[in-house]
């Protein structure tokens, strides 16, 4: 049943017009991106010639390139995953959901990967992106792998976050906006580590950004990787607790 539901999740996302213009405007700005870095690595070529261990094109090219798509993915991930549960509950379906004979675990998760099917298909169109490059020049697939590693689980966690909030509220804007604050607060939280002290050092832990930089650097990191499925698991927790305290007063 959970496949069920994602299917209808993502067939649902598939019918509004809403999902195939961000899927196309998302993937020419990072397409417009990804020329600029090409031209910028063309343009550095003869003076990295010069330098010993000089950075490649993954440096260069595929790093920036990740980095820019996961602050645009922030930025549309609160108008995907607004409509996810909200929308149900404005239109007076959650009881019909509510009374089918599925858990509600299989119904949140179901919800959620239908969800974060749609930015795999979007992840999937920018990896051949930095994919194309290996027509023309050597690339560190290495650092690609780890990069697409690190894009996935912030797309994993923006959309567990989003579900959440979507959770809340009936109203598909209020989520929207909710999501996006909070989304951003997880990313520059990472600002309020730069003084120093032990607590900001603490709070600069929370931050997505700082577990995200050392993928894009080829560096893997178990505890990277532990954070985000941390984030991932615990907002599905608490969104499916969310469901059953709804479903009580139906």
Same mark, same amino acid.
């Given at each position: !049943?959970?496949? =069920?539901?994602?299917?209808?999740?993502?067939?649902?996302?598939?019918?509004?017009?809403?999902?195939? +213009?961000?899927?196309?405007?998302?993937? &020419?700005?990072?397409?417009?991106?990804?020329?600029?870095?090409?031209?910028?690595?063309?343009?550095?070529?003869?003076?990295?010639?010069?330098?010993?261990?000089?950075?490649? *094109?993954?440096?260069? *090219?595929? #790093?920036?390139?990740?980095?820019?798509?996961?602050?645009?993915?922030?930025?549309?991930?609160?108008?995907?995953?607004?409509?996810?549960?909200?929308?149900?509950?404005?239109?007076?379906?959650?009881?019909?959901?509510?009374?089918?004979?599925?858990?509600?675990?299989?119904?949140?998760?179901?919800? %959620?990967?239908?969800?974060?099917?749609? &930015?795999?298909?979007?992840?999937?169109?920018?990896?051949?992106?930095?994919?194309?490059? /290996? #027509?023309?020049?050597? /690339?560190?697939?290495?650092?690609?792998?780890?990069?697409?590693?690190?894009?996935?689980?912030?797309?994993?966690? &923006?959309?567990?976050?989003?579900? %959440? !909030?979507?959770?809340? =509220?009936?109203?598909?804007?209020?989520?929207?906006?909710?999501?996006?604050? /909070?989304?951003?607060?997880?990313?520059?939280?990472?600002?309020?580590?730069?003084?120093? =002290?032990?607590?900001?050092? #603490?709070?600069?832990?929370?931050?997505?950004?700082?577990? %995200?930089?050392?993928?894009?650097?080829?560096?893997?990191? +178990?505890?990277?990787?532990?954070?985000?499925?941390?984030?991932?698991?615990? &907002?599905?927790?608490?969104?499916?607790?969310?469901?059953?305290?709804?479903?009580?007063? %139906?």
């Amino acid at each position: !049943m959970i496949f =069920t539901i994602a299917g209808r999740e993502l067939r649902s996302l598939f019918l509004s017009p809403l999902a195939w +213009s961000i899927l196309a405007v998302t993937l &020419f700005i990072l397409a417009y991106l990804f020329l600029t870095q090409i031209e910028t690595y063309i343009s550095l070529q003869p003076r990295l010639a010069a330098l010993e261990g000089a950075p490649g *094109v993954a440096d260069i *090219v595929v #790093a920036p390139l990740l980095a820019d798509a996961a602050v645009i993915l922030l930025l549309i991930t609160p108008l995907i995953t607004m409509r996810t549960i909200s929308e149900e509950r404005r239109n007076r379906t959650l009881s019909l959901l509510f009374s089918a004979p599925v858990s509600m675990t299989e119904i949140v998760v179901g919800k %959620y990967l239908g969800v974060l099917a749609f &930015f795999l298909i979007l992840l999937g169109l920018l990896a051949l992106m930095p994919l194309s490059l /290996l #027509a023309g020049t050597e /690339l560190d697939t290495g650092k690609l792998a780890a990069g697409m590693l690190g894009l996935t689980l912030v797309v994993a966690a &923006f959309s567990a976050i989003g579900l %959440y !909030m979507s959770s809340l =509220t009936e109203q598909p804007t209020v989520a929207a906006v909710t999501t996006f604050g /909070l989304l951003l607060l997880l990313w520059i939280v990472d600002w309020a580590g730069s003084s120093g =002290t032990a607590g900001s050092s #603490a709070l600069a832990q929370l931050s997505m950004l700082r577990h %995200y930089e050392p993928l894009l650097k080829g560096l893997f990191n +178990s505890t990277d990787v532990a954070y985000y499925l941390l984030i991932i698991t615990l &907002f599905i927790g608490f969104t499916i607790r969310r469901m059953d305290a709804t479903r009580l007063q %139906y």
